[in-house]
């Protein structure tokens, strides 16, 4: 059957406002979400997993339902059309169509997630700088002279007293600790076309990595060789990578 036929171009009709509709929806769910999810932010104290959950029942009802509704409704599509003897050719076309729906679908919740989280961990941090004390006076065990310690530091250190030369041991404040899983979400949000390609395929996985391990170590200086070696075994990693 000719692509100029009637029959085809009312399929043709049908299956495009089939699939606007698909994405009206999506969009519908995914902007009734926004007000909650910002009241949900607002209340965060120093996790944001509450987000995560909420992330998860907001995909289903989107991007899981709206997929599921997509491969259902092309496979009845299909069998019209080769009912009435479209040739094979003229079918191609709307497949690549509707993957690409689904495509822009999985990859604009991605998007609105990554963002989400990067909101969260804005919220979070403003949290932890509100009640960290960065005047606080730490003192020499042995000789009680204050020490110069950086409070913002990510993991325990040592701090040798200027007055008697004894070394002390500081564990930083746990809520500081968790300020490396807000640079995570930044970094994310950072490299967030880099991590939809890696999503994607594995060869992708080089480029994400060196931005978002690069925003990272740019950020905390002090993890630098940490954060450095857990980028390279990564890049070093088929698995990552896809060499």
């Given at each position: 059957m000719s692509n100029d036929s009637a029959e085809y171009k009312a399929l043709v009709e049908?299956?495009?406002?089939?699939?606007?509709k698909i994405k009206s929806r999506y969009t519908e769910v995914i902007d009734s979400s926004r007000e909650p999810l910002k009241d949900m932010i607002g209340g965060l104290q120093y996790d944001s997993i509450v987000i995560h959950n909420a992330l998860q029942g907001i995909k289903n009802q989107s991007v899981y339902q709206l997929d599921k509704k997509i491969n259902e409704s092309w496979e009845k599509m299909e069998g019209e059309m080769e009912k009435i003897g479209v040739m094979y050719d003229y079918i191609v076309p709307l497949r690549n169509k509707?993957?690409?729906?689904?495509?822009?679908?999985?990859?604009?919740?991605?998007?609105?997630?990554?963002?989400?989280?990067?909101?969260?961990?804005?919220?979070?941090?403003?949290?932890?700088?509100?009640?960290?004390d960065e005047n606080v006076i730490h003192n020499c065990i042995s000789c009680g002279s204050q020490l110069p310690v950086e409070v913002w530091a990510f993991q325990a250190v040592n701090v040798k007293c200027p007055?008697?030369?004894?070394?002390?041991?500081?564990?930083?404040?746990?809520?500081?600790?968790?300020?490396?899983?807000?640079?995570?979400?930044?970094?994310?949000?950072?490299?967030?076309?880099?991590?939809?390609?890696?999503?994607?395929?594995?060869?992708?996985?080089?480029?994400?990595?060196?931005?978002?391990?690069g925003f990272i170590i740019e950020k905390l200086p002090q993890r630098k060789e940490y954060y450095e070696r857990i980028m390279n075994d990564k890049l070093n990693n088929p698995d990552f990578v896809g060499k």
């Open positions: 049908r299956w495009d406002g089939f699939l606007e509707t993957e690409k729906t689904s495509r822009w679908m999985w990859d604009e919740f991605e998007r609105f997630s990554i963002t989400t989280f990067a909101d969260a961990a804005r919220q979070i941090e403003k949290n932890i700088r509100s009640v960290v007055n008697c030369g004894s070394v002390n041991t500081y564990e930083p404040d746990g809520r500081v600790r968790q300020l490396e899983g807000v640079y995570s979400a930044y970094a994310d949000e950072f490299a967030m076309e880099e991590r939809i390609l890696k999503d994607k395929d594995n060869k992708n996985g080089a480029a994400y990595f060196k931005k978002y391990y």
